[in-house]
Nanobody, 120 residues
């Protein structure tokens, strides 16, 4: 089994910053892709940013220039630095990891989510 735990959400004023962290643990041979998604009330879950084991990233247009994704492979951790936050960034942010398990199976896991609320 693989566990995915997020931290770092909270309440912040518009223009402020937050840093989200996500750590994966368990029966992991290799973590392939780590990503952050978000889901606002009444909306579908959307990709915020993702990063491969080699460091290639994809970032949603809505957060480009404001959010920065980074990864520490030694710690099985991905970070999402969120700057210049806007009220429309308010959502539950979920971490997603795609791993190769110790049994050499490719599996995808989600964290429980962390709430980010940006007040105007």
């Amino acid at each position: 089994q693989v566990q995915v735990v997020e931290s770092g959400g909270g309440l912040v004023q518009a223009g402020g910053s937050l840093r989200l962290s996500c750590v994966a643990s368990g029966n992991i041979f290799r973590i392939n892709t780590m990503a952050w998604y978000r889901q606002a009330p009444g909306k579908q879950r959307e990709l915020v940013a993702s990063i491969t084991s080699g460091g290639s990233t994809i970032t949603a247009d809505s957060v480009k220039g404001r959010f920065t994704l980074s990864r520490d492979n030694a710690k099985n951790t991905v970070y999402l630095q969120m700057d210049s936050l806007k009220p429309e960034d308010t959502a539950v942010y979920h971490c997603n990891v795609e791993v190769t398990t110790t049994f050499r199976l490719r599996r995808e896991y989600w964290g429980q989510g962390t709430q980010v609320t940006v007040s105007s």
